[in-house]
């Protein structure tokens, strides 16, 4: 098959030919490349070209792609049926198991995706508190439900659409913004809107800004603002969560959260989301109280199945963490003696197993050194990279996500590469 044709056909009849923005390479330029399959490190595009995949489908495959145990365990599943609308035994062993290794959560609802997850805790906040407004942080990414599409970051910030068309301004209203690592700017929004807000979301480690780490005791000082104030803290571990270990941020970071948001990495990469919290607050929600919220494929046999498998493997084993961070820092010190050796001007970030590389000079501590980065040179740096077998992801306000499939060969393989690529990009004078 010729990815250009199937390109062609898919921008005929899909919005950019994608059913995602950032996969579509706008922020890169060129033609997104089709994938065909995975397995482990690796993933094949369409024409049989092979990759060392550092998304890994946004970061739920920390077992790798197509781990033999998850897969059999959906290949199971499907044997039984694909979908009841009906409660199942494995929705309670999903729900008992991730209430036993994430603090503080001690009851949750299990939806299909973290755009669904979020929307659907900030409607229990407002409830919970019955206040209207949000505080959310500027470049940090919370899925695409309107009140979140207000300084967004990820494929928003990148495409230009931080603040999306089609939000009204009376929802908009109601999402304040703060700054990621700066606690003034909370209590400055605490002070000015006085009993109305009722929840501060944020990404504890910020993964769609590029990779920003919360700087010391920020997490805590929000922790102490929400208490203040009568407002609920929510993380949303769409990316952290099993993978910083196995309680997520509040575990990793040692600050509790009121309420926690789930995106795929619950389901090993199947379309799953969850929220979750004290059951004070989630007695809230629908049928045992008054906050509306449903779906017929939430708690799909299918991916229960799968996320059972994965989060199992996580718990069981004490190998896992220390491996992929031990991995990701190989990666991060990596590319830090090539910056140094090249003199070359980046700035990477790594926390655990999130690792990116800012094409700036400056260090990237917040928002606004993150946007210091030269997007054009990142394009550049991605294209070069992606023709010499590296799949990165498609835009420079993104994380790299390490599984256990990684080898030590696989990543001296990629400063390899990532060494030549950008000894190339400084002697042609990208760099000047
Ligand atoms: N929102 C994801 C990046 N943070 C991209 C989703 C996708 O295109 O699959």
């Not at 790299?400 to 002697?427: C, G, P, W, Y």
């Amino acid at each position: 098959m010729i990815n250009s044709n199937l390109y062609s056909r898919a921008k005929k009849v899909m919005p950019g030919g994608v059913n995602s923005p950032v996969r579509s390479y706008k922020a890169v330029g060129g033609e997104p490349v089709f994938i065909q399959s995975a397995k482990g490190s690796r993933i094949y595009d369409v024409e049989g070209k092979e990759y060392i995949d550092y998304i890994g489908s946004w970061g739920p495959m920390i077992l790798g792609h197509n781990h033999p145990k998850i897969a059999a365990s959906v290949k199971k599943a499907v044997d039984n049926g694909l979908s009841f609308g009906a409660p199942t035994e494995n929705e309670v062993v999903m729900a008992e198991l991730v209430t036993s290794m994430v603090p503080g959560l001690e009851m949750i609802r299990m939806v299909n995706s973290g755009t669904e997850a979020v929307m659907s805790a900030l409607r229990l906040a407002r409830a919970y508190t019955k206040r209207c407004k949000i505080i959310k942080f500027d470049g940090c990414y919370h899925g695409h439900c309107d009140s979140m599409l207000v300084k967004a970051g990820s494929g928003a910030l990148t495409l230009s659409h931080p603040d999306s068309l089609g939000v009204t301004d009376e929802l908009a209203r109601n999402t304040l913004i703060a700054d990621y690592n700066d606690s003034l700017s909370v209590q400055k929004l605490f002070a000015e809107n006085k009993g109305e807000i009722a929840a501060v979301i944020l990404e504890p480690v910020a993964a769609n800004m590029g990779v920003v780490s919360p700087a010391e005791g920020f997490l805590a000082d929000l922790r102490r603002i929400c208490d203040q104030h009568g407002a609920l803290l929510i993380f949303d571990e769409v990316i952290t969560g099993f993978r910083l270990c196995t309680g997520g941020a509040q575990q990793y970071f040692g600050v509790r959260a009121d309420l926690v948001t789930f995106g795929k990495i619950i389901g090993g990469g199947m379309p799953v989301g969850a929220y979750g919290g004290r059951k004070e607050i989630m007695e809230l929600v629908s049928p045992l109280g008054g906050v509306y919220q449903a779906g017929t494929l939430s708690g799909n046999p299918i991916a229960m199945a799968a996320g059972i498998t994965q989060l199992t493997e996580l718990r069981g084993s004490k190998e896992i963490y220390p491996r992929i961070d031990g991995l990701a820092k190989l990666l991060a010190e990596g590319f830090c003696d090539i910056a140094e050796k090249l003199e070359l001007p980046l700035s990477v970030n790594r926390v655990a197993s999130l690792v990116c590389v800012f094409f700036t000079k400056e260090a990237v501590t917040d928002f606004k050194s993150a946007k210091s980065s030269d997007t054009a040179l990142y394009a550049k740096y991605f294209k070069k990279m992606l023709d010499r077998g590296v799949h990165l992801a498609p835009a420079q306000f993104e994380a790299l996500f390490i599984s256990t499939a990684h080898s030590q060969d696989d990543i001296r393989k990629t400063l390899q590469i990532a060494e030549n690529v950008l000894k190339e990009m400084k002697i042609g004078g990208d760099f000047e």
